[in-house]
């Protein structure tokens, strides 16, 4: 079969079957639920495998029109070039095998069809949205990611314990997106106001024959827009506060949105715009001194949390921000290729925590636990492996990806790079106080919990050998010139063969330079795992309780308070404005007009109802007046 009839057949696949099992699920097996969500998701990998083998230049599908104008038409249409293929491959690689995890799991739940159903409605929508050949059809997808990621956040919603908090967590993360998708909603119509077509080979091809210049009004408020439905999407300040709170929904849901799919959404907006981007450095820098600020604030956050998922949560929002630093350097390739390692570092992280909580019978404090790495080895062992990885340890995945960000840090200003290693430095930190706390040291749980403890079935611990596998040798996809003469930087070129603005940056430092920088980026990785080793293992030291916190340890366990001030300057006075304004609304302006407009026609029933008298001669007398005044009119028109 040819490309074009694969692509289709890729996106049908999970909606395909989260039809049916939303349709026939509850009345199924949950092995037939189950099984088939996750079939359905590994047949579209392997298909897309077998796109990405046969893919020789980009290839456009039109699946129907939509609109048909004059001077505009918008099209149902799908692009696959090197970009999309490449983020198809994440999301069902990724996407099947926490699909796989899920069926351990969410083994006992009992909405297991209605999740499955979801997960497939999610993969669909993150399909439609790194596939389609223009804005519209990524829109399409990246509200049906925001509806999807609110029915799984909020999954738990009748829990008798946590059920209001997961609905207020879910409405938190869906109205937090809503702000960004306005902007980018915006963004949409002045590129159809100003260009006429959403289409982005037809608008690189356009910007690129009008010579447009840098920095020009309506190019700056276009980048602008689509930054802040990135922002939303992606989690930068000021609307970072949803992603941890969306830690709130089953484990197997954080590892699919913060691994990725839905937070990559934004990454992926800024890449495939890069023409625009490319054209509005003030756009850039904004983009750069904003995701500088959030991966620092993110991960100093991290380092007082004690919720394993919370950790992980604002390890995503710091990564995130490592990668928007990236973008607003122009370095595209260099950013796809930490979000491709950090999906499966990332992704094992958050199963190899649901995997210690599975053990720990729903336990996600880690001050409760201790010494699992004798319980549950495989689960420890991957762990292990995704915390080197993240925190950038030699020759695994993270240690090239981040290195590359970092070397072009390097280049741009010199500042900037000291504050990204102040970023990662605390990324290792935070990361290995919670291996150390978890994993080694005395069990500090219950006695039934430990009775209870267990690794995972098969279907939880495979998933997570395989993307430890990954997590070490994702690195090599590419790898800098001082490593190979031949073949380095693979993943930059393939990029750049076919991909609209993309192109091979030639230019590289020297190896001298690139091997200073690496022995700075292994000293900081291997000094902060000794601190933390020394702290937690060695003097056995144990998270301060909440209420002995000081100073910067209470900032950071309370997350530099950033939802206590929005609750004050934005929840709190909506609030106010709901209740007086249904006062001023609903009681006086509505209830004062039904009630005047009562008042006023009871009053004009009760001057004709004086009139009403019943006497022949009175309404004579009225007819006379009336044909008086008739005459008089028709003589004074004449």
């Keep these: 079969m040819s490309v074009e009839q694969l692509i289709p057949i890729i996106i049908a696949i999970p909606l395909l079957v989260g039809a049916i099992n939303g349709i026939y699920g509850k009345n199924l097996s949950k092995n037939i639920v189950g099984s088939l969500a996750t079939l359905a998701v590994f047949s579209s990998f392997f298909l897309a495998l077998f796109v990405f083998f046969n ?34 491959l994440i999301i069902t690689g990724v996407g099947a095998l926490i699909h796989l995890f899920s069926m351990g799991y969410m083994s006992h739940d009992e909405g297991y069809y209605k999740f499955f159903t979801y997960l497939n409605l999610f993969i669909f929508a993150m399909l439609i949205l790194v596939l389609g050949s223009n804005y519209f059809m990524l829109f399409f997808g990246w509200e049906g990611v925001g509806i999807c990621s609110y029915l799984l956040i909020g999954f738990h919603y009748s829990d008798a314990q946590k059920g209001m908090l997961n609905s207020l967590a879910a409405r938190k993360a869906f109205i937090m997106n809503r702000i960004g998708d306005l902007g980018l909603l915006v963004g949409l119509f002045l590129i159809l106001s100003q260009f006429g077509t959403l289409e982005y080979t037809e608008l690189a091809a356009k910007i690129k024959m009008d010579s447009i210049a840098l920095d020009s009004e309506f190019i700056v408020a276009i980048t602008m827009c689509l930054f802040i439905g990135a922002t939303g999407k992606s989690a930068q300040i000021p609307l970072f506060t949803w992603l941890p709170d969306a830690m709130a929904g089953p484990t197997p849901v ?122 549950i080895p495989t689960t420890h062992l991957t762990f292990l492996i995704g915390t080197l990885a993240i925190s950038g340890f030699p020759l695994l995945s993270g240690f090239y990806s981040k290195d590359e960000i970092l070397g072009h840090a ?27 706390v978890v994993f080694h040291g005395k069990f500090r749980g219950t006695h039934e919990q430990e009775h209870h403890l267990h690794e995972s079935p098969s279907n939880m611990t495979i998933p997570l050998v395989i993307l430890a596998v990954l997590s070490i040798f994702g690195g090599l996809l590419n790898l800098p010139g001082i490593f190979l003469k031949k073949g380095a930087h693979w993943m930059s070129e393939f990029f750049a063969e076919n991909t609209a603005g993309l192109k091979v940056i030639h230019e590289h430092m020297d190896s001298g330079t690139t091997l200073a ?122």
């Design 55 to 88: 893919l020789d230049e980009a290839v456009k599908i039109n699946l129907f029109t939509v609109m048909k104008l004059e001077s505009f038409s918008l099209n149902a249409s799908l692009l696959v070039d090197n970009l999309s293929i490449w983020m198809v």
């Design 254 to 375: 954080s590892a699919l949105i913060h691994a990725a799919t839905m937070v990559t959404a934004g990454i992926f907006l800024v890449v495939r715009s890069n023409f625009f981007f490319d054209l509005a450095p003030t756009t850039q820098h904004v983009m750069l001194y904003t995701g500088l600020a959030t991966s620092l604030v993110a991960a100093f956050i991290a380092m007082r949390q004690n919720d394993i998922k919370k950790v992980l949560a604002y390890s995503t929002v710091s990564q995130l921000g490592l990668l928007f630093v990236a973008l607003g350097m122009g370095a595209y390739t260099a950013a796809m290729f930490h979000v491709t390692t950090h999906a499966f570092f990332k992704a094992l992280l958050f199963l190899g925590s649901g995997s210690v909580i599975h053990a720990m019978s729903d336990e996600q404090d880690i001050r409760k636990m201790g010494g699992l790495k004798k319980f």
């Design 410 to 436: 390097f280049e741009h200003s010199t500042l900037i790079y000291i504050i990204l290693m102040i970023s990662v430095t605390l990324t290792a930190m935070y990361m290995f106080r919670m291996y150390f």
């Design 517 to 638: 920088l690496m022995t700075v980026a292994v000293l900081v990785c291997l000094g902060a795992i000794s601190i933390c080793h020394s702290v937690y293992v060695k003097k056995e030291l144990l998270p301060v309780e909440d209420k002995d916190l000081k100073g910067w340890e209470l900032a950071s366990a309370n997350k530099l308070y950033f939802d206590e001030i929005y609750n004050f300057l934005f929840v709190r006075p909506m609030e106010w404005l709901s209740i007086k304004g249904h006062q001023f609304i609903e009681i006086t302006m509505l209830n004062g007009i039904v009630s005047a407009s009562t008042k006023s026609i009871e009053r004009t029933g009760d001057l004709v109802k004086k009139m009403q008298t019943g006497k022949t001669d009175w309404y004579i007398l009225w007819m006379v007046f009336g044909i008086v005044g008739l005459v008089i009119y028709y003589l004074l028109n004449f």
